[in-house]
């Protein structure tokens, strides 16, 4: 089977699809066999996986087929098929997307539709047969760290508001604090959102008693003594001080724990809040 990719003059069309899946995955062809052999012999291949893993790297080779086959349609057929009218270049290049729109990178097909654009045509029904049948891709694309800018209104309005919707239902005060303590690293994202809180939310936060409260109150309060780290930082960290003062204030009691559970005090000098 993998074996025979070594000789590219034997292969067919079908057999070509195979040589990405084996760099994909290391092996050389004449090394995949017998691996392959040994794992089914020893007990340790599990079908399932190897399945998921060839269906995972088969769809990235149909991916780099479509917008290779798309590339070809649009870029060289635009400066190279002179017989071709403006109408059936147009038509041709609708084509094409329509039959890989279920393979392509919203990126690649944004790109390509601002190309239809700049051919005086409304490729208005292709973005929105993409958000019909493309959701699950869409939906990741908005929940990436980065990403770079769509150069289709229409699709990049949809990645925007799923974006927004997905920050709406992830972003809580205690599940960002669970997520702060539980990796390394923190996302921007969500200190901004920390730094939006005001100290009654987190005063709030405080009474209703999350899991690991100590841990995250005291992450929290150590962004005042990392250097290097920007002012959002501060502002949870203050804030989050300062709701901590207001149950101090109230007894001797709560004054006591919270100097000697955090370290923080009712003389310490608290700097002025920049959101006021």
């Not at 760290?145 to 699709?155: F, G």
């Not at 001797?252 to 923080?264: E, K, L, M, S």
């Amino acid at each position: 089977m993998w074996a025979d990719l070594a000789d590219e003059d034997k292969l067919g069309d079908i057999e070509k699809r195979w040589r990405p899946i084996a760099q994909a995955t290391d092996f050389g062809p004449n090394e995949f066999d017998p691996y392959l052999v040994s794992l089914i012999q020893t007990g340790w291949c599990d079908k399932t996986a190897l399945a998921a893993a060839f269906s995972k790297v088969n769809a990235e080779v149909d991916k780099q087929r479509a917008t290779e086959r798309v590339r070809e349609a649009i870029y060289r057929a635009y400066t190279t098929a002179f017989s071709l009218t403006r109408d059936q270049y147009v038509q041709q290049v609708r084509n094409v997307l329509g039959e890989e729109i279920d393979r392509l990178y919203v990126h690649d097909f944004a790109a390509s539709l601002a190309h239809l654009r700049m051919c005086g045509d409304d490729p208005s029904d292709l973005a929105r047969s993409f958000i019909t049948r493309r959701g699950d891709h869409l939906e990741d694309v908005a929940r990436a760290e980065d990403r770079s800018p769509i150069e289709d209104p229409i699709l990049d309005a949809e990645v925007k508001r799923r974006e927004q919707a997905w920050h709406a239902t992830r972003f809580t005060l205690d599940g960002v604090a669970t997520d702060i303590v539980s990796r390394e690293g923190r996302h921007n994202d969500e200190i901004q959102y920390l730094a939006q809180r005001s100290v009654d939310e987190y005063e709030q936060w405080l009474l209703s008693g999350p899991a690991n409260l100590r841990r995250k109150v005291q992450q929290m309060l150590d962004f005042r003594t990392i250097t290097g780290l920007g002012e959002p930082f501060k502002v949870v960290a203050n804030r989050v001080a300062e709701a901590l003062r207001r149950f101090a204030q109230k007894n001797d009691f709560d004054r006591d724990r919270i100097a000697r559970a955090y370290g923080v005090r009712l003389d310490e000098a608290q700097p002025p809040d920049p959101a006021g």
